[in-house]
């Protein structure tokens, strides 16, 4: 057993801590000096370099040094399987988010190189993929307040996530926008698929842009209505309202560019 005695200066070269780091080791309990001499020096050995590892390892994998030393007096197998069982679980949600985080910025950037080729002066025809989204409750019946917590909810949920590629978008039934209301009756988000609650259908749709103003959208409504009359064409359940360009690109409300998509229904 190797005995000799290093200074905390010397220990801390040795183990590539600072002083510091060892002089809190020991105020807080979680690794102490060997001795500590009449003279107040503090003395460490070799011995306790594994338990010094140790300590270092599990810092390595995130765990705070109270939950380092709530463990340590009683590591085995079991428990520090558990152990790192929830920091991977820890480690795979952190790379998510920030997987997330990068589509998203991704999606901003191709959402703002994009809208440059948009025609707003046509209603198209267009063939769309299916897209899972995270929906709130029906809007239907509830209070303007309950309305503004759900759409809290769905724009925290985004945040939290890091899934804010997309705006915020809204749904309105088939029955008010054939009545000539645009009355929303859900909010949802775009998300990946283990965080969806709905399911937009993959089919045909009628898509029509506006540019301006949030609150003359309608208008837009109203074409795709007139274009599909013209057309003998059957509109789908729902409308999926979505910003392109929205309040975080643009300080004008004159440059929002709002996109409108209804599916048709098969004849």
Same mark, same amino acid.
């Given at each position: 057993? @190797?005995?000799? #005695? /290093?200074?905390?200066?010397?220990?801390?070269?040795?183990?590539?801590?600072? =002083?510091?780091? *060892?002089?809190?080791?020991? =105020?807080?309990?979680?690794?102490?000096?060997?001795?500590?001499?009449? %003279?107040? /020096?503090?003395?460490?050995?070799?011995?306790?370099?594994?338990?010094?590892?140790?300590?270092?390892?599990?810092?390595?994998?995130?765990?705070?040094?109270?939950?380092?030393? %709530?463990?340590?007096?009683?590591?085995?197998?079991?428990?520090?399987? =558990?152990?790192?069982? #929830? #920091?991977? +679980? +820890?480690?795979?949600?952190?790379?998510?988010?920030?997987? @997330? *985080?990068?589509?998203?910025?991704?999606?901003?950037?191709?959402? !703002?190189?994009?809208? +440059?080729?948009? %025609?707003?002066?046509? &209603?198209? &025809?267009?063939?769309?993929?299916?897209?899972?989204?995270?929906?709130? =409750?029906?809007?239907?019946? !509830?209070?303007?307040?309950?309305?503004?917590?759900?759409?809290?909810? !769905?724009?925290?949920?985004?945040?939290?996530?890091?899934?804010?590629?997309?705006?915020?978008?809204?749904?309105?039934?088939?029955?008010?926008?054939?009545?000539?209301?645009? &009355?929303?009756? /859900?909010?949802?988000?775009?998300?990946?698929?283990?965080?969806? @609650?709905?399911?937009?259908?993959?089919?045909?749709?009628?898509?029509?842009? /506006?540019?301006?103003?949030?609150?003359?959208?309608?208008?837009?409504?109203?074409? !795709?209505?007139?274009?599909?009359?013209?057309?003998?064409?059957?509109?789908?359940?729902?409308?999926?309202?979505?910003?392109?360009?929205?309040?975080?690109?643009?300080?004008?409300?004159?440059?929002?560019?709002?996109?409108?998509?209804?599916?048709?229904?098969?004849?």
């Amino acid at each position: 057993m @190797n005995t000799k #005695q /290093y200074r905390i200066g010397e220990f801390a070269r040795l183990t590539g801590v600072k =002083k510091q780091t *060892l002089l809190w080791y020991d =105020k807080i309990g979680l690794f102490s000096p060997a001795e500590v001499g009449a %003279n107040g /020096y503090r003395y460490y050995t070799l011995n306790q370099f594994d338990l010094f590892s140790v300590i270092r390892s599990f810092q390595s994998i995130g765990m705070s040094l109270e939950e380092i030393k %709530n463990i340590l007096q009683n590591r085995n197998p079991q428990s520090s399987q =558990k152990i790192f069982a #929830q #920091q991977l +679980k +820890k480690v795979q949600s952190e790379i998510t988010l920030e997987e @997330n *985080l990068a589509n998203s910025l991704q999606q901003r950037i191709e959402i !703002i190189r994009d809208v +440059k080729e948009v %025609n707003t002066q046509s &209603i198209r &025809i267009e063939n769309q993929s299916a897209q899972f989204l995270f929906r709130s =409750k029906s809007f239907k019946d !509830i209070s303007q307040e309950e309305q503004a917590m759900e759409i809290s909810k !769905i724009s925290n949920f985004r945040y939290q996530t890091n899934q804010f590629g997309s705006a915020l978008g809204a749904m309105v039934s088939r029955n008010n926008f054939l009545n000539g209301k645009t &009355i929303y009756n /859900y909010y949802y988000c775009e998300v990946r698929a283990e965080d969806s @609650n709905y399911i937009k259908p993959q089919g045909t749709y009628l898509t029509g842009f /506006y540019h301006g103003d949030y609150r003359d959208t309608y208008k837009i409504y109203m074409e !795709i209505k007139r274009y599909a009359q013209q057309h003998h064409f059957e509109l789908g359940d729902f409308s999926y309202e979505q910003s392109l360009i929205d309040e975080t690109l643009s300080a004008t409300s004159r440059e929002y560019l709002t996109r409108v998509s209804i599916p048709l229904r098969d004849n």
